[in-house]
């Protein structure tokens, strides 16, 4: 049974940083781009960033370029995904997710993902 498990939420002020986590078990995910999404009340799920196996492609939205650095320990089969100068438009609860990707693509869409975590909440005053 596929698991993804994320954890370090929290609260943060406005520029500050939080480090999520998301341990994957189940499967092997040798194939897989695993990702971050995020959905604030009353808004649709969104793209926050996605990273192969290799590391070799990393994708991010406008919205957090430059803010949010996803990376990889393989060995481990956790994804981590670093935010700093966060800001109050940045609150909402955090998906991590699993997407098949043999050839390297990285996609946005959250119908290409497979697996998801339950979330952990992030919460930003300003």
């Known amino acids: 049974q596929v698991q993804l498990v994320e954890s370090g939420g929290g609260l943060a002020q406005a520029g500050g940083s939080l480090r999520l986590s998301c341990a994957a078990s189940g499967r092997t995910f040798r194939s897989y781009a695993l990702g971050w999404f995020r959905q604030a009340p009353g808004k649709e799920r969104e793209f926050v960033s996605a990273i192969t196996w290799s590391g070799g492609n990393i994708n991010y939205p406008d919205s957090v370029k430059g803010r949010f650095t996803i990376s990889r320990v393989n060995a481990l089969n956790t994804v981590y995904l670093q935010m700093n100068s966060l800001q109050p438009e940045d609150t909402a609860v955090y998906y991590c997710?699993?997407?098949?990707?043999?050839?390297?693509?990285?996609?946005?869409?959250?119908?290409?993902?497979?697996?998801w975590g339950q979330g952990t909440q992030v919460t930003v005053s300003s």
């Open positions: 997710a699993a997407s098949y990707s043999s050839s390297g693509y990285v996609g946005r869409d959250k119908a290409e993902y497979d697996f």
